[in-house]
């Protein structure tokens, strides 16, 4: 089945450790998307890449960074994690971008920050 | 700017119960909307959505009507199961081209007993 794959479902680091999170598609569409979502919160945008086109969030901290070497991956990382990094990070694609297309999420990554 | 409002959980109810999870959004233009699904350490999965004004969605005995006329888009569902106990987000797509951009609201958890 075509899908989005997060590795590792759950990552735990130290404050101010580098972490980087991967996300892999089968389904090959042109968009990818990174969310943060906090305990109880709803997901929030921090960047996407159309294609190698790269967009990020006018408030994503710079802490935050994203990578994509090829359609089917795309990698979040985390410079210097902070307590308040700590959530759900959720990897979603759509086929091209637009209002309409549905977007398809990842199961997600747990990270924990000690 | 864009935003969703949804009503407040916990929602709790009997199984076989009627269910209605009432969602109200503010966008300009022309969005699309969405309810997704989130069961417990889980990624979020499309339960529904509707593309343009009065479209109805439906999928698995839920329901969803897109009302321009009162920013609405509640859901509901005849006879809830246990199984349908899950965290419901109702989200709005907005932007143009391949910009397209989701905001979600805040999320209203269902418990459904035996």
């Known amino acids: 089945d075509a899908m989005v794959i997060q590795n590792p479902r759950y990552q735990v680091t130290q404050f101010g450790k580098p972490v980087t999170l991967s996300c892999s598609q089968t389904?090959?569409?042109?968009?990818m998307y990174w969310y943060q979502q906090k305990s109880s919160q709803a997901p929030k945008l921090l960047f996407h890449?159309?294609?190698?086109?790269?967009?990020n969030e006018a408030d994503t901290p710079d802490n935050f960074q994203s990578r994509r070497p090829n359609t089917s991956f795309c990698f979040l990382d985390i410079r210097s994690p902070g307590l308040g990094d700590a959530a759900m990070y959720l990897c979603?694609?759509?086929?091209?971008?637009?209002?309409?297309?549905?977007?398809?999420f990842g199961p997600g990554t747990r990270l924990t920050v000690l | 700017g864009n935003s969703v409002t949804q009503m407040e959980g916990p929602v709790t109810l009997s199984e076989e119960a009627f269910l209605t999870i009432n969602c109200t959004y503010t966008a300009t233009g022309y969005p699309s909307l969405f309810w997704y699904v989130q069961y417990p350490g889980e990624g979020l999965q499309l339960l529904l959505k509707?593309?343009?004004?009065?479209d109805k969605g439906s999928n698995k005995g839920f329901e969803a009507t897109y009302r321009k006329e009162t920013t609405s888009f509640h859901l509901e569902k005849g006879s809830v199961q246990v199984s349908d106990s899950a965290v419901y987000f109702c989200?709005?797509?907005?932007?143009?081209?391949?910009?397209?951009?989701?905001?979600f609201g805040q999320g209203t958890t269902l418990q459904v007993k035996p």
């Open positions: 890449y159309y294609d190698k086109d790269f967009n």
């Open positions: 389904l090959n569409h042109n968009v």
């Open positions: 509707a593309t343009k004004a009065d």
């Open positions: 979603a694609t759509s086929r091209d971008g637009e209002v309409t297309d549905t977007q398809y």
């Open positions: 989200a709005l797509s907005h932007g143009s081209g391949n910009t397209g951009k989701l905001i």
